[in-house]
């Protein structure tokens, strides 16, 4: 036997060899496809589950936050209505000092009622409800204080006060506290 006859058949035997193994792994190989395909199916199966679940959730959570914003925005305008019927008391107060002392210098009532003002405004911007019942007990008290001045100033026969004495110190009592 030649070379050329030996490397012809050991090429044949290579070829056969390849042949007989690429028949016995054949099943195999079907399988390690069919395998393959199932495992892309699933993953496809449970990537669109999960991009429905995420879907889902992200509507419930903007029905949420939708429901949470209108709330939100009912009681923004509550406390705006509130905050107005204050302003309207607070300067119904003013109307009712220059009556009670016709006689006291503009500035006196204009100040108490800027005093009521910002008392009011210090209560309305608190940032934690503690803060916030503290500088209403404080509004409360000053109002209070007024009330009972005018009250004073209506009812008193005879001479009537110069000035809402007792206001005015719990005003600058105040004042000299919120400095120290």
Partial sequence: MTWGQRLRRILREIRGERRRWRRERETDLLALRRRQVEVELDLEAEKRRRQLHLEQELERMRRQFELELTLLEKKQEQ?????????????QLQVQLRHAF???????????????????????????????????????KFLTT???????????????????????????????????
């Fill in 79 to 91: 406390d705006l209505r509130d905050y107005e019927r204050y302003l309207a008391a607070v300067d």
């Fill in 102 to 140: 016709s006689q006291a210098p503009e500035v006196i009532v204009l100040t108490l009622h800027h005093h009521a003002k910002r008392l009011l405004d210090r209560m309305w911007e608190a940032e934690d409800l503690q803060q916030r019942l503290q500088r209403e007990q404080e509004f409360v």
């Fill in 146 to 180: 007024v009330y009972e001045d005018t009250l004073q100033a209506t009812t008193t026969e005879g001479t009537e006060p110069l000035l809402p004495r007792r206001a005015l110190r719990l005003m600058l009592h105040t004042e000299t506290d919120k400095e120290t």
